[in-house]
């Protein structure tokens, strides 16, 4: 079994003398893997073989698609223990949560499969003519969504399956008759290695194109990648700085294209006055427990505590002082993350209106858990400290004067992934107006739930106003994620022998289409 060479148009290639070394996350000594950064000419071959595959993928039914992806579920969940236990050393995440994050995965490539059987996702559309209407007639129009062409992937750290190779943004993107080149992350290669493989023999049993599906290594090859004239869309989840970089990358190419990144979100969480005076002590422990859940190594994490000024409150923080100082030290993805999370402890610690409240030192190899609190007046000010996303198992506390305040304070908050109302009934009454505050700065809002929980499902949004994602029209989580791999054509006076099977007269895929403005499976 080759291990360690980039997968470009169904082959492996290892044109490159510089090799990568996959790190054990716990011991950090190097594992038995190396990888061949791609060359220059590599990257190229990756993006000439997608397009050269998109030109007759994207010609492909839905149904032959929906098959593909349930041969890529298969073939991961084929992949045995020890696959998962390559996985762990990589990422120090335990095999629960990677058995987990297999079903996630598969199960996204299922759901994936229901969408294109569905066929909603084309967005049919059909307007016949009216050739008698006055004083001018209206010609045959016919819409319908296409792939808009090879896309650049890049995987995520926290998330080696669900959101890396075959993560969300492959899905996806394959579902929409995409090609795609991923990056494969550093910080888990061989991880990346194998679920490739997966990938790759369910093309051969799909009889899919070769060059439908890439895979490149290196820490260099993403500028390249995105750059690349023949790449037409890009899917990442990572930090502010490495989104805005690709954006910035994307946008000022001769042809710009669209960058849908997750980036950054501290996910505020409300303490509202009832819920803390009916069950303040469960709410403290509920909330130290998702902050440090995953060593806090979600997008969702509840990176920002507000409360109004009150006894229950201030007990609130004193409980969490207590829970938190006692929260273990957990190893972290990678040694940069670790790197990242002191470095954003660091500035927390000698910003002088803010105090530490809860958590040990930061030292060794291990992330501490850690609490601090603010004062309000550096959110209203506009201090973009408390707005950057400290990715790790720490948390912000402040403390507001009054609902007043709170809502200023919200409204001089950045875009967010989530944002959370802990409440009683008679909360969600007296604060019923701050809702539309967080309908303007975040994605998902929850009541008396913790976002670290991310469900797959079509009605999920993983997406928010920047700086949480670049591009709030989308999600990268649930079946509306396809969208951001489609564009829309129009077919004007068409005969039936050319048009898509989704817009013949006689509707062969049985879909529901909007014809002449009514929703209907018939014939026309």
Do not use: W
């Not at 762990?88 to 499969?113: D, I, K, V, W």
């Not at 579902?175 to 290669?189: D, Q, T």
């Not at 490495?242 to 710009?256: H, S, V």
């Amino acid at each position: 079994m080759v291990i360690g060479h980039n997968f470009i148009g169904g082959s492996r290639s290892a044109q490159g003398t510089t090799l990568l070394k996959s790190i054990h996350a716990t011991t950090g000594e190097t594992l038995p893997y190396e990888f061949h950064h791609a060359t220059e000419q590599e990257v190229n071959q990756a993006c000439e073989a997608a397009s050269q595959a998109f030109k007759t993928y994207r010609h492909t039914s839905p149904e032959q698609r929906a098959t593909f992806l349930e041969n890529i579920a298969d073939e991961l969940d084929a992949l045995g223990t020890d696959f998962l236990e390559i996985v762990s050393q990589e990422t120090a995440l335990p095999l629960a949560r990677l058995q987990g994050e297999r079903g996630r995965t598969s199960g996204q490539m299922r759901l994936f499969a229901k969408v294109l059987r569905r066929g909603d996702f084309l967005g049919a559309r059909i307007d016949t003519a009216l050739p008698e209407r006055q004083p001018l007639p209206r010609p045959d129009l016919r819409q319908i969504k296409i792939g808009v062409g090879p896309v650049a992937v890049f995987g995520a750290s926290n998330f080696p399956l669900a959101f890396s190779t075959a993560g969300g943004d492959t899905a996806s993107a394959l579902a929409a008759g995409c090609s795609v080149v991923v990056k494969a992350h550093s910080g888990h290669m061989a991880t990346a290695d194998f679920v490739a493989q997966a990938i790759e023999r369910a093309v051969e049993k799909s009889n899919m194109p070769k060059g439908v599906f890439n895979m490149i290594y290196g820490n260099g090859v993403g500028e390249p990648l995105v750059k690349h004239p023949l790449i037409q869309a890009v899917g990442f989840t990572g930090s502010l700085r490495g989104g805005r970089a690709l954006c910035d990358m994307a946008a000022a190419r001769p042809q710009p294209i669209p960058v849908f990144a997750e980036m950054s979100s501290i996910n505020p969480m409300l303490m509202l006055p009832e819920a803390l005076k009916t069950r303040g002590e469960k709410i403290a422990q509920d909330l130290a427990d998702s902050v440090v859940l995953g060593c806090g190594q979600f997008c969702t994490n509840p990176g920002l505590i507000l409360g109004i000024k009150s006894a229950e409150f201030t007990q609130l923080i004193n409980n969490l002082t207590e829970i938190m100082g006692g929260k273990p030290a957990q190893t972290m993805l990678n040694a940069g993350t670790l790197k990242s999370y002191t470095s954003g402890l660091e500035h927390l610690t000698e910003h002088q209106g803010i105090k530490h409240l809860a958590g040990n030192t930061q030292k060794g190899n291990q992330a501490q858990p850690q609490l601090f609190k603010a004062g309000v007046e550096l959110l209203l000010a506009g201090d973009q400290l408390l707005q950057e996303e400290i990715f790790g198992p720490t948390t912000v506390i402040i403390e507001v004067e009054d609902k007043a305040q709170l809502i200023q304070a919200l409204q001089s908050m950045n875009g967010q992934l989530t944002a959370t109302l802990i409440a009683d009934e008679a909360d969600l009454t007296e604060f019923a107006d701050v809702v539309p505050v967080l309908e303007e700065k975040a994605g998902r809002l929850l009541i008396n739930g913790y976002p670290t929980g991310v469900e797959v499902c079509d009605a999920m949004v993983h997406g928010g106003p920047y700086p949480a994602t670049s591009d709030a029209r989308g999600t990268s989580v649930g079946t509306l994620a396809i969208d951001r791999y489609l564009r829309p054509v129009c077919y004007q006076n068409y005969p039936q022998s050319l048009l898509p099977e989704a817009l013949k007269n006689s509707n062969p895929l049985q879909i529901l289409r909007l014809v002449n403005g009514e929703m209907t499976r018939e014939a026309i």
